[in-house]
């Protein structure tokens, strides 16, 4: 057992720990928190069977942000240009009064729900069956819309369904891994301890990233594929038709369990390792190593993040990967998955509810079936659910347009993290804006007409779902501060105030505390492919966690989902009837019953290679992506006010190769202006930082309206998953007066 210790225990004091699980990233580490008089004072590992005892340095420091002096302790309501305090009956009187007159006005869509990926489940449930089953808005959408909703597409186009195929124990038993523009080092360090240890007690495991950068992964892998930006589907093809070419694929597997064979060989067979090349930029050599180690391999485990879901044709590149998988037969075996991989804590509970873009249960909101049956369980009418839900893109657009006239951010800080930021920032202050947040102190916060303080990890109880499907339990180990509330009060008393009621005039939420939520919820997904019916709180804690489906005939939970290669795809099942992946179109009942695979077989899909929308020319010659540091998560609301986290990333900066900074004579920490179609920031060059030539590199976290990547990025999105394009801007470099900044400090 490894233990991992941080913290400032009191001596002489009466310490107790609490059993929990991290509430930073999808990896779902358990932890133990330390409790003195009340307030969180440390946290460690334990032998979790995800973590072993380890924790990240984001996990580490978390604990220590929950009492910053920025939290919101009481409600604050907009007097003029500034926020003032208030009661809570005041703030929720206003919210009610303006909601009822929106609803009243201009319909149900006038109101719009935008949360976090870092909410509990019991919340998240709570939200959709307020929103969609009380309210009847189709506006709801988290802002794992922004860095995962590739994920729950893809696996409904390949698979019918979306939902992880495989287990973490799978890259232990694997032969190869494939990292698909995931810096696993530094955005889920202890999944990457795990693999560094599996390559330890495994030489022979190799390891490929495909990354632009050469990452602190790359650098530790066995081959490392540099691709231009926006070019990912072009590599995926090319390595799928070595495999067919070379004869490494399941003719039998093909046959029987998947369609879509033969379009698919037509469609890759151009992508030769040299026509490839061209593209992409990476050596034919390379493609045929990378292809050779994929195709004899026993066991291949894949995973895509945000270097895929933020970039050009997200979508298509992360169906041609599971296609890679389906082709090869490995699929649903030990050491044979590809993860699609999510990136904040509870962002899998997000699409299982359907407080994302879905609808609770992956119940398919084009079929009348699953919507009878929702409407049963619910308890009303069915008119009110089935409506298209509108991605978060689109409902931004909405509010730009005025369209939304009340518009609820819960736990995200959209006013630093949305593309085309500038545009956003109009329609935020034009709305009618409910922020609920536990810090007071957020870009989103200073434009809100009404704040609301919650509780935060650690202050409240409730379940989160990692990447594996495992559900973890987050303990409640202390008290909010001030007059804050969970996120989970507040819509039930939301929902009390606005008087919503099922069809018999009992309340529609009728329950109050978090595990009446968590029991609700386990019959609503009862019978439904994320089916929590079998789980309890005491199970959770006692085995720390469990992967659905979990039920009466899998009381210990499912390791691996397609053990027997059958595929929710039928119409009956499916969860989509899916989208046109170059023009988003959603295509109807009938439209898939067209196309629809053989009872339960999977999809072969990809995509033939299409340039990036935004591209570079003698005005625009670089390329600048974005992407995330080890020791800050999203807009730094947690991790900037972590004293140590703050020191070892202190700001800002623009990566910048050798060669392109001697060409425009920019020295190492001299501060640049970065200049796109759509606006500019200004950083300091951090020079040699990894980045290949015609490239610039900027970290995300950074929301100050100067230094933020995203006033610089497009407005486009990925037609079928909505998710925005945050990894390819064409902007130029400028000089500015030659100073170095302040804060400038090299590692």
Same mark, same amino acid.
């Given at each position: 057992m490894r233990l991992r210790l941080v913290g400032r225990i009191p001596e002489n004091s009466n310490v107790r720990w609490v059993r929990s699980t991290c509430g930073l990233c999808s990896i779902g580490c358990g932890v133990e928190v330390a409790v003195s008089d009340g307030k969180m004072c440390g946290i460690r590992g334990y032998d979790h069977p995800v973590s072993r005892g380890r924790l990240g340095p984001k996990g580490v420091g978390q604990w220590q942000c929950n009492d910053h002096p920025t939290r919101g302790k009481t409600?604050?309501?907009?007097?003029?240009?500034?926020?003032?305090?208030? @009661?809570?009956?005041? +703030?929720?009187?206003?919210?009610?009064?303006?909601?009822?007159?929106?609803?009243?006005?201009?319909?149900?869509? *006038?109101? +719009?729900?935008?949360?976090?990926?870092?909410?509990?489940?019991?919340?998240? =449930?709570?939200?959709?069956?307020?929103?969609?089953?009380?309210?009847?808005?189709?506006?709801?959408?988290?802002?794992?819309?922004?860095?995962?909703?590739?994920?729950?597409?893809?696996?409904?186009?390949?698979?019918? %369904?979306?939902?992880?195929?495989? *287990? =973490?124990?799978?890259?232990?038993?694997?032969?190869?891994?494939?990292?698909?523009?995931?810096? %696993?080092?530094?955005q889920s360090t202890v999944l990457w301890m795990r693999m560094l240890a599996a390559k330890e007690a495994n030489p022979a495991l190799k390891i490929i990233t495909i990354d632009p950068r050469r990452t602190a992964t790359a650098k530790a892998a066995d081959l490392h594929l540099a691709p231009r930006p926006g070019t990912n589907i072009a590599l995926v093809n090319g390595i799928m038709r070595w495999l067919v070419e070379n004869g490494h694929f399941d003719r039998d597997f093909v046959d029987e369990y998947t369609v879509g064979f033969a379009a698919l060989r037509t469609l890759i067979e151009p992508y030769t390792p040299t026509h490839v090349e061209a593209i992409t930029g990476i050596p034919a050599w390379q493609l045929a190593r990378a292809a050779e180690w994929i195709g004899t391999s026993p066991r291949v485990v894949t995973t895509c993040l945000q270097g895929v879901y933020q970039s050009n044709q997200a979508t298509a590149t992360a169906c041609a990967v599971n296609t890679m998988h389906l082709v090869m037969g490995k699929v649903g075996k030990p050491g044979c998955a590809p993860f699609q991989f999510a990136g904040q804590p509870s962002s899998m509970n997000t699409r299982e509810t359907g407080a994302d873009g879905s609808y609770p249960g992956y119940r398919n909101w084009a079929n009348p079936v699953h919507m009878a049956d929702l409407a049963k369980r619910w308890n009303v009418p069915v008119e009110i659910l089935g409506q298209k839900p509108i991605a978060a893109p689109d409902i931004f657009e909405q509010v730009v347009a005025g369209q939304v006239k009340v518009l609820f951010v819960m736990g995200t800080n959209p006013a630093a993290s949305l593309p085309d930021r500038e545009r956003m920032l109009g329609g935020l202050r034009d709305v009618f804006l409910v922020v609920m947040d536990p810090f007071a102190d957020t870009e989103t916060v200073t434009l809100a007409d009404v704040y609301l303080p919650t509780a935060m990890w650690g202050e409240k109880t409730g379940c989160m779902t990692n990447a594996e499907r495992r559900c973890n339990l987050v303990q409640k180990v202390v008290e909010p501060p001030g007059l804050a509330r969970s996120d989970f009060d507040i819509l039930v008393d939301l929902a009390r105030r606005m008087q919503l009621v099922d069809r018999s005039g009992r309340p529609l939420i009728g329950y109050t505390e978090p595990r009446e939520a968590f029991e609700e919820w386990k019959a609503c997904s009862k019978g439904t492919i994320p089916d929590y019916s079998g789980m309890t709180y005491e199970m959770l804690v006692e085995r720390g966690g469990v992967q659905w489906p979990c039920n009466s005939d899998r009381p210990n939970g499912t390791t691996r989902l397609y053990l027997d290669a059958r595929f929710p795809t039928s119409p009956e099942r499916a969860e989509s009837y899916l989208k046109d992946l170059e023009t988003g179109h959603d295509h109807s009942k009938h439209e898939y019953e067209k196309v629809v695979p053989p009872r339960d077989r999977a999809r072969l899909i990809s995509e033939a290679y299409h340039p990036p929308g935004d591209e570079v020319n003698v005005e625009y010659?670089?390329? +600048?992506?974005?992407?995330?540091? *080890? =020791?800050?998560?999203? @807009?730094?609301?947690? @991790?900037?006010?972590?004293?140590?986290?703050?020191?070892? +990333?202190?700001?800002?900066?623009?990566?910048?190769?050798?060669?392109?900074? %001697?060409g425009l004579h920019i020295e190492d920490g001299e501060v640049v202006r970065i200049v796109s179609r759509r606006g500019t920031l200004v950083a300091p060059a951090k020079i040699g930082d990894n980045t290949p030539r015609g490239v610039i590199f900027v970290p995300f976290h950074f929301g100050d309206p100067e230094t933020s990547p995203n006033s610089v990025m497009p407005a486009l999105s990925d037609p079928a998953s909505k998710q925005p394009i945050q990894k390819h801007a064409a902007v130029r470099v400028e000089k500015t007066d030659g100073r170095r900044d302040a804060w400038w400090r090299a590692p």
């Open positions: 409600p604050l309501m907009r007097n003029q240009d500034r926020l003032v305090e208030s @009661t809570w009956d005041e +703030a929720m009187d206003r919210i009610v009064d303006h909601v009822n007159r929106a609803i009243a006005e201009h319909g149900a869509s *006038a109101v +719009a729900f935008y949360n976090s990926g870092q909410l509990l489940l019991e919340e998240y =449930y709570t939200l959709s069956k307020l929103a969609r089953g009380g309210i009847g808005t189709p506006n709801v959408d988290s802002n794992t819309r922004l860095c995962t909703a590739t994920v729950g597409e893809s696996l409904m186009q390949s698979f019918g %369904a979306d939902g992880p195929p495989g *287990a =973490y124990e799978d890259f232990e038993q694997a032969d190869c891994i494939v990292l698909f523009g995931h810096n %696993a080092a530094e010659p670089m390329i +600048a992506v974005s992407g995330r540091l *080890a =020791y800050h998560w999203h @807009t730094r609301t947690k @991790t900037g006010k972590v004293a140590e986290l703050v020191d070892a +990333a202190p700001r800002v900066y623009v990566g910048m190769h050798e060669e392109d900074a %001697a």
